[in-house]
């Protein structure tokens, strides 16, 4: 197939087969962009694949009068990332946003687990957005440095509210989704100079993955996959430029900008030699200034008190 003509933007978004992924690449489309639907279409265990979600996204983004191609990678192997970028520049002439979304799920206790899911959760949901994002940001530092000037480009990484407050049960998952927030802080500070922008986003919906936990009726109506999507094509537009490094929540109805790690109370010793009595003694009032990690379910309340947007 021959390079388009179109000046559509082009962006790839992973795992846009179903749940989370699916709408935010027709969200893309409606918002005017060409896309590359990537999904390797295995069970949410990461087991498995299938080339019918994909192609399936592929023609409903037709259907809305933009242009996609499939793309099968497994967004874990480094090779295949990077072929995916290079297939999106090759067939539409250019790349302009990376949706990270592709993810999957091995949930275990820390005491259970084995490495089997340990690895495979690290390979899919941290590495699967780390090799995409290495390939992209080349591609982009190449083309600034050609231009002569920074290119105009964004990336949305996604994290997790496991990993953010880390959730019992998924250890694996939250270091992998908490690995994503950091390098997305890492690669902000990195690329900002060739005009890239990496945000993330924490999303929440009833998808495949989360159904066997938010199971009645009122929570699918709330919690629609398609409520997250406004955020990513935000986070991909000019009206974003000024925003990189960010984490936000997204779901059910509720936007949260996330603190991020920041110090939080401290104090010095005069000879630089503490001891672990002092330590115990001071330990107390120093906990009391910062507050501890809140708990997922209690991150969750917080989303669905946050004040109207009136
Ligand atoms: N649903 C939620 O509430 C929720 C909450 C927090 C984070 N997330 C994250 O959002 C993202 C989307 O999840 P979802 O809920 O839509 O799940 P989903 O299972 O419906 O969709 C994930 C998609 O990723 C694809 N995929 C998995 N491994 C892949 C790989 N190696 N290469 C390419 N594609 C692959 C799957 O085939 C699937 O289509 C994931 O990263 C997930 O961890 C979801």
Redesign the pocket.
Known sequence: MSASSSDAPVAIV??????????HALALARAGYDLVV???????D?TG??AT??QQVVAQIEALGQRAIAN??????WEAAGEMIRSAVEHFGRLDALV??????RDRTIANITEEDWDLSI???LK?SAAPLHHAAAYWRDLSKARGEPVNAAVVN?????GLYGAAGQSN?AAA?LGVAAMSVAAARELGRYGVRVNV??????????EGV?KTEELKQR?Q?RFVAPLVVYLLSDAARDITGRVFEM?GGALVAVDMPRPGAGLRHADGEWTPERIAEIMPTLLEQVPAQPSGIEAMQYMMSAPLDE
Not at 100 to 105: E, P, S, V
Not at 158 to 162: E, G, R
Not at 201 to 210: E, H, K, M, N, S
């Open positions: 992973t795992g846009a087969g179903r749940g989370l992924g699916r709408e990537n999904d390797l279409g295995g069970a949410g990461g694949a299938d979600p994909a099968g990678a497994d967004v874990s192997n990270n979304n592709a993810g999957i799920l390979a899919v949901n699967g996604t994290t997790s509210a496991s998952y989704k986003l924490a999303p929440a919906a009833v998808t495949r993955l989360t938010m919690l996959p779901g």
